[in-house]
């Protein structure tokens, strides 16, 4: 009994080896039937590319801008009279002719302004037509007046000879003497006329250029009566209606010229030097 508890006491060891070596095995085996991770094979990477075939052309950079249209001749029409409205053509967006009527404004006031400067006119006309022929007239009777008074100093001679020998009364020489003098103040009265004929002419000329140029200043008037499209253009506003009476200078109508339309538009700053460089370039 002694002996068989001194052989185990000696081979106790061998247990914990064998279940060390049993667990290394099942380990061995565990990593021998263990499945392999699929194989990746490495490839070299794809660069997506187009294609496309050039030719050499002749061509400009284009700018993508946002801008606005206008025209710089837009005008604001007006009148320098006052009259109503008698008819208006026109609408607002209407395209317009050079010289078309787009209102036509009451003449009957201007009108009756200008048949009196026409008047005017005309008298003085008729006043210096006047002058002239008083003019010939003071000399051809100036040569009368002269052979009058010849014939009065001759006949004031005949009485003072008279008066000399007491053959004649002192009254008839008198009244000679009178005939005279009344005859030598006609002669200087009508040659008073004709030396003042030329600045009566000057004033009456005067005033009739004075007349004419206040008939024209009135005929431009009439013609304002009627307001007309200054060039080739597209109505914007209409400011009046018929039936309106306006005022000197009032605005009536705004209109553009549709042959001289420019596009605005506000250019980038990063831009500018490349704009101005291409600029300096073509006029050189």
């Given at each position: 009994?002694?002996?068989?508890k001194t052989?185990?006491?000696r081979?106790?060891w061998l247990?914990?080896v064998?279940?060390?070596i049993?667990a290394a095995?099942i380990?061995?085996?565990l990593?021998?039937?263990?499945?392999?991770?699929?194989?990746?094979?490495?490839?070299e990477k794809?660069?997506?590319?187009?294609?496309k075939?050039?030719e050499l052309?002749t061509a400009?950079?284009?700018?993508?801008l946002?801008?606005?249209?206008?025209?710089?001749?837009?005008?604001?029409?007006s009148?320098?009279?006052?009259?109503?409205?008698?008819?208006?053509l026109v609408?607002?967006?209407?395209?317009v002719?050079y010289?078309d009527?787009l209102?036509?404004?009451?003449?009957?006031?201007i009108?009756?302004?200008a048949?009196?400067r026409t008047?005017?006119?005309?008298?003085l006309?008729?006043?210096?037509?006047s002058?002239h022929?008083?003019?010939a007239?003071?000399k051809?009777?100036?040569k009368?007046?002269?052979?009058?008074?010849?014939?009065?100093?001759?006949?004031?001679?005949?009485?003072a000879?008279?008066?000399?020998?007491?053959?004649?009364?002192?009254e008839?020489y008198?009244?000679?003497?009178?005939?005279?003098?009344?005859?030598?103040?006609?002669?200087?009265?009508?040659?008073l006329n004709?030396a003042?004929h030329p600045?009566r002419?000057?004033q009456?000329q005067a005033?009739?250029?004075r007349?004419?140029?206040?008939?024209?200043?009135?005929?431009i008037d009439v013609?304002?009566?009627?307001?007309?499209a200054?060039?080739d253009?597209?109505v914007?506003s209409?400011?009046v209606?018929p039936?309106?009476?306006?005022?000197?200078?009032?605005?009536?109508?705004?209109?553009?010229d549709?042959?001289n339309?420019?596009?605005?538009?506000?250019l980038?700053?990063?831009?500018i030097?490349?704009?101005?460089?291409e600029i300096g370039?073509?006029h050189?």
């Amino acid at each position: 009994m002694n002996r068989f508890k001194t052989l185990s006491q000696r081979h106790s060891w061998l247990l914990p080896v064998a279940i060390l070596i049993t667990a290394a095995l099942i380990a061995t085996l565990l990593m021998a039937t263990k499945p392999s991770p699929p194989t990746i094979e490495s490839k070299e990477k794809e660069w997506l590319v187009s294609i496309k075939k050039t030719e050499l052309v002749t061509a400009s950079p284009e700018l993508l801008l946002l801008g606005h249209v206008e025209s710089p001749f837009n005008s604001q029409l007006s009148t320098t009279i006052s009259a109503k409205v008698e008819t208006l053509l026109v609408r607002e967006g209407q395209i317009v002719k050079y010289g078309d009527i787009l209102i036509q404004l009451d003449p009957e006031k201007i009108d009756l302004v200008a048949a009196q400067r026409t008047a005017d006119v005309n008298e003085l006309e008729a006043l210096i037509e006047s002058e002239h022929n008083r003019f010939a007239s003071d000399k051809k009777s100036l040569k009368e007046e002269i052979r009058l008074l010849d014939i009065a100093q001759q006949g004031v001679g005949r009485q003072a000879k008279l008066k000399v020998s007491n053959l004649v009364a002192q009254e008839r020489y008198d009244n000679a003497e009178s005939q005279r003098a009344q005859q030598t103040l006609a002669v200087n009265a009508r040659k008073l006329n004709i030396a003042n004929h030329p600045s009566r002419l000057i004033q009456l000329q005067a005033r009739l250029d004075r007349a004419k140029a206040i008939l024209r200043n009135v005929q431009i008037d009439v013609g304002l009566t009627q307001i007309r499209a200054p060039f080739d253009g597209i109505v914007t506003s209409v400011e009046v209606s018929p039936g309106e009476l306006i005022q000197a200078g009032q605005t009536l109508i705004s209109i553009y010229d549709k042959n001289n339309i420019e596009v605005r538009a506000q250019l980038p700053d990063k831009h500018i030097k490349l704009i101005k460089k291409e600029i300096g370039r073509a006029h050189v």
